[in-house]
């Protein structure tokens, strides 16, 4: 067990001086919870991120529900399968990746809703009026619905559409792996984290962003428009296009997550658009940019 352990922490980018304390640790955070059957095993995999998670909320429980775990804290509700769900879990509600501090009317557009973790994040805000979510994957789809559900005071304001929104309307083959859902895109195999031994290609459907916003843009004249972005390489041709369509002039904020083609392209566009653009790098092929109108 000491070496499985040593050999986690390493792989998961820790180092590991004191084995026999971070054992400690992790045997004190799996007694704290009610898991009975813990599959994969996801609550040690998941361990470096539930240690961040229940310093914020130490109110969290789990217990084993289907194929995962229902986690409660934050007067949420939210129904987990991968260690990938909670490192997700950690980006949004505790390293606050998509908060928005703002007094103003706002509609959110999640443009890669994957299990709805974001999107529910939003609809905790009062200013946020409305969320449109978008997941063109079904079983990723599904597992949203069911986290909308579980969580029906935040959920009324939130509607989810079983597809993606490109540059053009169509099909796409992607991977998919069922412990990765959130690198489920047109990047395929450049995405690091599929282990392609077990993933396996499905149809995506994807319809043209000029074809879907302004029908909802038009239905809140008042509200400030944010655009989250996170659709594993699609945002090129999203933000090409909404460029293109003079879309960029109705949207206010944009919160994009870019992968592999780097950051100048978006932030050029974005900028000639009249943005101001902080932008930042996660690691050499991904980053973060945050464009406003001042």
């Known amino acids: 067990m000491k070496e499985y352990l040593h050999q986690l922490f390493k792989k998961l980018g ?37 240690f961040e998670i229940k310093k914020q909320f130490p109110e969290i429980t789990l217990e ?39 007094n103003a009317s706002i509609v959110v557009f999640d443009i890669g809703m994957n299990i709805g973790i974001s999107s529910l994040f939003f609809g905790l805000q009062d200013n946020v009026k409305k969320i449109y979510s978008f997941e063109p994957v079904v079983t990723t789809y599904n597992q949203a619905l069911y986290n909308l559900e579980l969580n029906t005071t935040i959920s009324d304001k939130i509607e989810a559409f079983n597809f993606g929104l ?17 690198n489920c895109g047109i990047r395929r195999e450049l995405s690091l984290v599929v282990d392609q031994k077990d993933s396996y290609e ?31 390489g699609a945002e090129y041709e999203i933000l090409q296009k909404l460029n293109d369509s003079y879309l ?47």
């Open 14 to 50: 820790y180092k590991v001086t004191n084995l026999t304390q971070n054992e400690r640790e992790l045997k004190n955070l799996m007694r704290s919870f009610a898991v009975s059957n813990d599959r994969h095993p996801l609550l040690i995999a998941s361990a470096p991120y539930l």
């Open 166 to 182: 490109g540059g053009v309307s169509r099909t796409e083959k992607v991977l998919y792996n069922s412990q990765a859902k959130g």
């Open 248 to 294: 960029l002039v109705d949207i206010d904020i944009l919160l994009i997550e870019w992968h592999d083609k780097g950051a100048a392209l978006l932030e050029e566009l974005l900028v000639a658009n009249n943005f101001s653009v902080i932008s930042r790098h996660l690691t050499s092929i991904t980053g973060m940019i945050y464009a406003f109108k001042i």
């Open 64 to 102: 084993s529900h289907k194929e995962g775990v229902l986690a409660r804290f934050n007067d949420l509700q939210l129904y987990l399968e991968s260690s990938e769900e909670f490192f997700i879990v950690k980006e949004v509600f505790i390293e606050k990746d998509y908060n928005l501090l703002s």
């Open 202 to 232: 499905i149809d995506i459907n994807i319809k043209n962003v000029q074809d879907v916003l302004p029908d909802l843009f038009a239905q809140h004249p008042k509200e400030k428009k944010v655009l989250k972005i996170d659709c594993e």
